[in-house]
């Protein structure tokens, strides 16, 4: 399953399980709420880290590329 997001409106911790809503930008830029991930508390902080470290590998191969196209 594949679910589009801009964002997430509200983050909770309820019966051991971290929840964020998703959302996306609905007309005039307002949030609408799409699903809601969850991820269980003890397992929050590896996922949390583990997707920053995702994203600054992420930016860090972009600038790479954008490096490699500047220099063409």
Avoid at 17 to 38: D, F, S, W, Y
Avoid at 50 to 72: P, R, S
């Amino acid at each position: 399953m594949h679910i589009f997001t801009d964002g997430f409106t509200t983050v909770s911790l309820s019966n051991g399980n971290l929840r964020i809503k998703l959302a996306q930008n609905g007309p005039e830029n307002e949030p609408h709420e799409v699903a809601t991930l969850i991820v269980p508390a003890v397992q929050a902080p590896n996922f949390i880290n583990g997707l920053a470290k995702a994203m600054t590998q992420l930016e860090e191969q972009i600038k790479t590329k954008q490096a490699e196209v500047a220099q063409d």
